[in-house]
């Protein structure tokens, strides 16, 4: 694959847009079938940050290995899993992507390489590392994503990975999705650097790169430029890509602790209507755009239903699927 | 007279037969390429398979048990050692929250078959954080087979079956049997996982004994012949699959139960076995069941101290004694 032009065609913008526009609509019902009590436990919604799914998505190859966080939703999506079938895991339905046994946190679509989300911070870095290591013994010209927020560059598996990765030079990408807080806490008040992923980069000799991440073409460059050369044997490439949650870090969370003129720059800054706009500068007009959430709030409006229609799980499978035989048998 | 193997030997056996049979089996961790292993326990792996079959990593336990796992998911059964069982501490998030539930909280759309390979337990000295006998931690997680061989032989056979299996599987190399010899197996052994052996046959009481307290109920069973008391020794080979219908059906016949383990007292696995025994064949029991266990302390340095922790044939015998006076 080659690395993809700078500025993509005017039905490419539109599809990155569709895709954003579809995830956008699904956050909006997760939080809304949240407070009605229809999912429980907990979710993490990535709102704000589609952008970052949706152009490293445009920028690999189907069979390109991709590892999420506990806020996933959107990389699920952007890898190909449907709405339904992500609402119907948050709401514990049979036909949930993971049979109703994963939840919110832990999105996995393995038919399209997406090997799972991962709720143990930083967790799965070394598996993405795993995940790269394997396509290269194999020669199979796979890369490996691991996307992550800027917590988890503290954690030590963070840092294992990028070593790892450096001395093999294997062919993943790191792409830190900093949406400024680990949790309720400004990151840079518990970082000692500056940019939490590509500011620890040099320390592996490792490239890195400070991206706009509310930017979906800027990220699908970033991406594609750094995927080119794991595929070349030229090792990992570590992506920051600015951002910004809409909402609070999980459902209980209104994130009174960032101020409003933060807040209110992010959401001018929203990545559909930095898309919009560009799209508008290429000639697109703005009922077209509309159009395009209009469609993705009817999908997913018939997405809440069907899943709201489905069954529960059969309680005997929550004694399935331990083993690699469907079972759950530990002792004669 | 078949060829005798030694215990450490029969380690890169096993892994050598299967990465003979299967190239999708790779071996990674800390000193096992050139260096062959500080317990020298991949001798000869390097210099006949290379660098694209057996990678030296960092000291990054974490990084050597996460890649395996993502190594595992994608097509390879990876081998990764972790030099120590005590270090499996550093990458406890893979072992514990990662590798045994990707299948289950994925709707079982992925499989994650490999293998993690580890020296356990004490005996030789090496102080609290080198000498533990730490099964029980992994017992603690559902999701995870467990091997602990405790001859050459079945090192051979369930190295090879834990390497086949499609489930994720902790190998528990014991470091005082390294040197130990035994008969070299057939070619091509594999033995299935989860299935007991009994070591001995005896018909008044039942020893239930894993990797080096194998050797230790068999001293003791044959010391305690002398006095006409004769002992079954069972080998569970493995803890998960556990082999508990062995366990019942000999305690049935002998009607009393000893349990011989290495891991502490405090939630050793020798507790799962007493609460089924006490479950299911409690009206077999003619006397209290006995644990001969590890005891609740850190593992000491000086060789006596030592001694004085562990279970021995001496703290056996005496165990089977309290429980034939006992009822």
């Known amino acids: 694959m080659t690395v993809v032009q700078d500025e993509p065609r005017v039905e490419e913008l539109l599809e990155l847009y569709r895709r954003m526009s579809l995830i956008r609509a699904t956050e909006k019902a997760a939080y809304d079938l949240f407070m009605s009590g229809l999912v429980k436990g907990t979710t993490h919604l990535a709102s704000g940050q589609e952008a970052v799914a949706v152009g490293a998505s445009a920028a690999l190859e189907p069979d390109d290995y991709v590892f999420a966080t506990y806020r996933g939703h959107h990389h699920a999506i952007a890898r190909g899993a449907s709405p339904e079938a992500c609402l119907a895991e948050l709401m514990s339905r049979a036909t949930g992507l993971c049979a109703a046994k994963g939840g919110s946190m832990h999105l996995t679509v393995a038919d399209h390489n997406m090997l799972g989300s991962y709720a143990i911070v930083g967790a799965h870095l070394p598996i993405a590392c795993g995940a790269a290591w ?176 489905a069954p529960p799980p059969d309680e005997s499978t929550a004694f399935t699927d331990v083993w690699a035989d469907g079972g759950a048998q530990w002792r004669t | 007279m078949a060829d005798l193997i030694t ?144 001859t050459p032989a079945d090192m051979v056979g369930l190295m090879a079956a834990a390497i086949r299996s499609d489930d994720p599987v902790l190998v528990f190399e014991h470091k005082q049997l390294l040197a130990s010899k035994g008969e070299a197996p057939p070619d091509d052994h594999v033995l299935p996982l989860g299935v007991a052996e009994v070591r001995r046959r005896g018909d008044d009481v039942t020893l239930v004994a894993l990797a080096s307290t194998v050797p230790t109920a068999l001293a003791a069973a044959e010391r305690l012949a002398g006095d006409g008391i004769g002992c079954e020794v069972i080998d569970l080979r493995c803890l998960v699959p556990l082999d508990a219908r062995t366990v019942l059906d000999s305690v049935a016949r002998t009607s009393r139960l000893v349990i011989v383990e290495e891991n502490p007292y405090q939630d050793g696995w020798g507790a799962t076995v007493a609460s089924i025994v006490a479950d299911e064949g409690f009206y077999d029991l003619d006397a209290p069941l006995k644990r001969v266990a590890g005891a609740c302390v850190p593992l000491p340095f000086a060789a006596n101290l030592e001694q004085a922790v562990i279970p021995t044939a001496d703290r056996v015998a005496t165990a089977v004694r309290q429980t034939l006076d006992s009822g």
């Not at chain 2, 326990?41 to 006949?48: C, D, I, P, Q, V």
């Not at chain 2, 960092?58 to 990876?78: C, D, F, K, N, Y």
Request: include cysteine; charged fraction near 20%.
């Open chain 2, 7 to 150: 215990y450490r030997e029969a380690v890169a056996a096993g892994i050598a037969q299967e990465m003979r049979r299967d190239p999708t089996v790779v071996c990674l961790g800390e000193d096992i390429g050139t260096a062959e292993g500080v317990f020298k326990t991949t001798a000869g792996l390097f210099a006949e398979f290379g660098p694209q079959r057996v990678w030296d990593t960092p000291i990054s336990e974490q990084a050597i048990v996460g890649a395996a796992m993502g190594a595992a998911m994608t097509g390879l059964r990876p081998v990764a050692e972790i030099m120590f069982s005590d270090f499996l501490a550093c990458c406890w998030d893979y072992v514990a929250n990662e590798i045994p539930k990707m299948r289950y909280m994925t709707g079982g759309q992925v499989t994650v078959p490999l293998v993690v390979r580890t020296a356990n337990g004490g005996g030789l000295g090496f102080g609290a954080q080198h000498s533990q006998a730490v099964e029980n931690w992994a017992m603690a997680v559902p999701g995870l087979k467990i091997a602990a061989p405790a």
């Open chain 1, 134 to 309: 394997s396509a290269r013994i194999r020669g199979s010209g796979q890369v490996a994503v691991a996307f992550f927020g800027d917590g988890a560059t503290n954690i030590g598996a963070f840092h294992e990975a990028l070593n790892l990765a450096a001395v093999w030079r294997l062919p993943v990408l790191f792409v830190c999705e900093n949406n400024l807080y680990m949790e309720y806490t400004s990151i840079k008040t518990v970082t000692a650097v500056a940019q939490p992923a590509a500011g620890r980069a040099p320390a592996y000799q490792l490239p890195a790169e400070v991206i706009d991440g509310n930017d979906v073409v800027a990220v699908r460059k970033a991406v594609s430029a750094a995927a080119a050369r794991a595929r070349a044997g030229d090792g990992p490439t570590v992506i920051e890509a600015l951002t910004y949650r809409q909402y609070g870090h999980s459902r209980s969370d209104p994130g009174k602790y960032r101020p409003k003129e933060e807040v209110d720059a992010w959401l001018e800054r929203d990545p559909l209507l930095v898309l919009a706009e560009r799209l508008r500068d290429r000639g697109v007009d703005q009922p077209a755009i509309d159009r395009l959430d209009s469609r993705a709030r009817e999908e997913v409006a018939a997405a809440v239903d069907a899943a709201k229609a």
